[in-house]
């Protein structure tokens, strides 16, 4: 009855060892110290089967080291089966086979009762074979998670590296259109200023500059003070103008508080001229002044570019009596800008795709797709905001939601 109990208690506390943790290593080797101690082993050895390696790596080994060149790799003993007993001289090894790992034990040749060690470990062998298992669908799990935070972490960098690229791309292909927006703002002042220059020139070689009498000297300086006046007026636009567009393309350090209505401002004062020259009729409609905590250079770079888009497909489809509609207003927590044209509309099987990158129908005109997606990008990623697009009866509309922070 003694004997019998010592069984039970042996197999109760080797079974009471296995599945304690989720770590191989520290499970085993719990594990390996009861049973070793239990039943009076010498040593213990664990190898586990690394398919990386094709072959055993040493875990645990619990023991005097002097024993431990006594144990042979498992790739070494012959023995298929998953409990097992080999003696060798005054030395006896049991061999426990779990999911292609090796447990090994090492007892004197006179230690009795080897057999029955055999069958209380085969009781819960199949206990020990699914808690290494579980240990390793652990181990396996983290390393996926570890694997896929980081190809994660890979893919958030290599998008943020395709957002630069995109933007980078986006400002290089707007710097065209501005080059010729400039032309516009700056046609009309440079041609005052020849003319201006022109008048003197012909003054001074028609020798109409009287300065015989102080009533000629007079009017001949009034008219140079004039002239000169003129000038620096007109120099003075173009220096504002060179302003605005170096402006534009400055990227935004901070954010600053600005109203809607100043930003469409800002922005028809660089688009302006151009639209004037193509007879498209703006019509700025302000619900709402106030004021909101924005980057202002960014969200010029959107209307501006919803404006230039207004403005192509107006020219495109050859619209009589073109007209573009801005309207600001306050809608609950969302400060509203709303761009309308009736210019047709965008056709509905497009709608959904135009805020993707690269998606263009000016492909005949090197349009380069790039935009609404970092209009899109900048509204809703970098100002957390809201930007769409819906058809009208007449058009287009673009929406630009911004929030007061």
Not at 95 to 109: A, E, K, P, R
Not at 232 to 261: C, G
Request: aromatic letters at 8%; charged letters at 25%.
């Amino acid at each position: 009855m003694q004997y019998l109990n010592e069984q039970l208690l042996l197999t109760f506390e080797c079974v009471s060892s296995i599945g304690t943790s989720l770590n191989l290593e520290t499970m085993v080797e719990r594990f390996l110290r009861v049973f070793t101690r239990k039943t009076g082993a010498l040593a213990s050895l664990y190898w586990q089967y690394v398919s990386e390696e094709k072959g055993y790596v040493e875990r645990c080994f619990l023991g005097k080291q002097a024993l431990k060149p006594l144990f042979k790799r498992p790739d070494v003993q012959s023995s298929n089966d998953h409990i097992s007993v080999q003696t060798e001289g005054q030395n006896t090894f049991l061999y426990v086979t779990i999911d292609n790992d090796s447990m090994v034990f090492l007892f004197y040749s006179d230690k009795k009762d080897l057999e029955l060690l055999c069958s209380i470990v085969s009781s819960f062998h199949s206990k020990l074979e699914n808690a290494v298992r579980a240990c390793k669908n652990h181990h396996d799990l983290l390393a996926i998670n570890q694997n896929l935070e980081r190809r994660i972490e890979e893919e958030v960098a290599k998008n943020r590296e395709k957002d630069k690229h995109i933007l980078q791309q986006s400002r290089l292909a707007q710097m065209g259109e501005m080059i010729s927006m400039i032309a516009h703002q700056w046609r009309q002042p440079l041609g005052s200023i020849s003319a201006v220059a022109a008048s003197i020139r012909l003054k001074v070689s028609l020798n109409r500059l009287d300065t015989s009498s102080e009533e000629a000297k007079e009017q001949s300086k009034a008219f140079l003070l004039d002239s000169m006046g003129k000038i620096e007026s007109y120099v003075q636009f173009l220096t504002h103008t060179i302003d605005d567009f170096r402006n534009f393309f400055k990227p935004d350090k901070q954010k600053e508080r600005v109203s809607l209505a100043h930003l469409v401002n800002r922005t028809l004062d660089i688009i302006g001229k151009a639209l004037e020259i193509n007879t498209i009729a703006i019509k700025v409609d302000v619900q709402s002044s106030h004021e909101i905590l924005t980057y202002a250079s960014e969200v010029t770079q959107v209307i501006l570019n919803v404006l230039k888009n207004a403005e192509d497909v107006i020219k495109e489809r050859q619209i009589k009596y073109p007209h573009i509609f801005i309207h600001i207003e306050e809608q609950e927590e969302w400060h509203v800008l709303s761009i309308e044209d009736n210019a047709g509309g965008i056709p509905q099987h497009i709608l959904p795709y135009i805020f993707e990158p690269y998606f263009s129908t000016k492909s005949e005109k090197n349009g380069s797709g790039l935009g609404l997606y970092m209009s899109k990008t900048i509204i809703e990623e970098h100002c957390g905001g809201m930007i769409y697009a819906e058809n009208t009866p007449i058009g287009a509309r673009f929406i630009i939601k911004l929030k007061e922070e």
